[in-house]
């Protein structure tokens, strides 16, 4: 009796470590899109100033 209700009790205990694990990816998945996110809008903000600098860029060389 002894070894089936071991069984059941590792069984219980590796699925709550597996419980704890995909809480954990779950979290890291969600700040990782976050990044990904705030990345992305950076490079959008990067890339609306280099066509405002080229813009003037053109316009003053097109004045020479």
Same mark, same amino acid.
């Given at each position: 009796?002894?070894?089936?209700? &071991? =069984?059941?009790?590792?069984?219980? %205990?590796? @699925? =709550?470590? %597996?419980?704890? &694990? ?11 899109? #976050? ?6 809008? #950076?490079?959008?903000? =990067?890339?609306?100033? @280099?066509? #405002?600098? =080229?813009?003037?860029?053109? #316009?003053?060389?097109?004045? %020479?």
């Amino acid at each position: 009796m002894f070894w089936p209700m &071991f =069984a059941v009790a590792v069984g219980f %205990l590796g @699925l =709550a470590v %597996l419980g704890v &694990f995909a809480v954990r990816v779950f979290v890291e998945a969600q700040r990782l899109g #976050r990044q990904v996110t705030d990345s992305a809008s #950076r490079i959008n903000k =990067a890339a609306e100033d @280099l066509e #405002r600098a =080229a813009v003037s860029t053109a #316009r003053a060389v097109d004045s %020479l």
